[in-house]
């Protein structure tokens, strides 16, 4: 049984930085792509960003790029994002995904196999 938990959330100001980590237990992490989702109130849950299994891909949605970070600790299994600069519009639940199949990973949901609870992100103005 793979399972994915979330830490790391919270309030944050404008400009500010946050960073999310997910620990991966169960299952060959080692061999997952890792990614991370986002759904605000009312809105579809969206794609945020992606990491092959060895850290060497990286992929981001437009909105982040430049603001975020995807990275990795295989290790310790566990996927992180930095979040720099954050913005009111990043404010959601943001969620991580485990892609068991994929090497680079995938920017659609349908791709991913495990996901964890959530975790909400509120950034203030």
């Known amino acids: 049984q793979v399972q994915l938990v979330e830490f790391g959330g919270g309030l944050v100001q404008a400009g500010g930085s946050l960073k999310l980590s997910c620990v991966v237990s169960?299952?060959?992490?080692?061999?997952?792509?890792m990614g991370w989702f986002r759904q605000a109130p009312g809105k579809e849950r969206e794609f945020v960003a992606v990491i092959s299994w060895n850290g060497g891909y990286t992929y981001y949605r437009d909105s982040v790029k430049g603001r975020f970070a995807i990275s990795r600790d295989n290790a310790k299994k566990t996927v992180y994002l930095q979040m720099n600069n954050v913005k009111p519009e990043d404010t959601a639940v943001y969620y991580c995904a485990a892609d068991t199949y994929g090497v680079d990973g995938a920017d659609t949901e349908d791709e991913y196999d495990y996901w964890g609870q959530g975790i909400q992100v509120t950034v203030s103005s």
């Open positions: 169960g299952g060959n992490f080692r061999g997952y792509a």
